[in-house]
């Protein structure tokens, strides 16, 4: 495992409770954000996962909408508070860097490419086409911006050791055609967020 992947893990194993508590009601207060995730379960066919699903509620929350939908999370902390919080679903320790279970009808990415350097957004790109059946719907959140700023805190406080990284909409627009999706939407969240729908070629 390369360091910064190591770090990841660490640092979201350390701060794994904390980020739970924090994020469970996140939702509540983000109409927008429930509107992309409400669409997508909509436009979906098959099973969906959830690539970085942390504790698990935003993978709950798809099957409330309906969406036959599992997580997948680098951290083992994180993957344990899930089972024990949603245990009728399906959840399971994994890398976005590595091949992904499949053929899915949908992956949904929300803010967990934040951390995987420049170079090696195309292969998970390319893991994500491969996972997907044809025709297989993306949504992708990420900060937005065109800087990196290094984490060692966070989520009540505590030491993290990960690189944010901070992306223009129109490169990921880019990355995403490079590895074979059709973009279809870009949501942009005010001045620091954004969410694109792409569908595999």
Known sequence: ???????????????????????????????????????????????????GCGPGDITARLNDLGADASGIDLSPAMIALARRNHPELRFE???????????????????????????????????????????????????????????????GGHPMQVNVHLRPPDRVAQWLRDAGFTVEARWLLGEDGAILFARRG
């Not at 360091?3 to 980020?19: M, N």
């Not at 924090?22 to 099973?47: C, I, M, W």
């Not at 995987?116 to 949504?139: I, T």
């Open 1 to 51: 495992m390369t360091e910064w992947l190591a770090d990841t893990r660490d640092s979201y194993d350390t701060v794994a409770a904390s980020y739970a508590e924090l994020t469970r009601d996140l939702l509540a207060g983000l109409p927008h954000l429930r509107a992309a995730l409400r669409l997508f379960a909509e436009e979906v066919s098959g099973p969906v996962l959830d690539v």
């Open 93 to 155: 320790v994994g890398s976005m860097t590595d091949p992904l279970p499949g053929p899915v009808g949908g992956i949904l990415a929300w803010w967990s490419l934040i951390h995987v350097p420049d170079e090696l957004v195309p292969v998970v790109l390319g893991h994500f086409h491969d996972a997907l059946r044809p025709d297989g719907l993306l949504q992708l959140g990420f900060h937005v911006g065109d800087r990196t700023n290094l984490k060692t805190q966070g989520y």
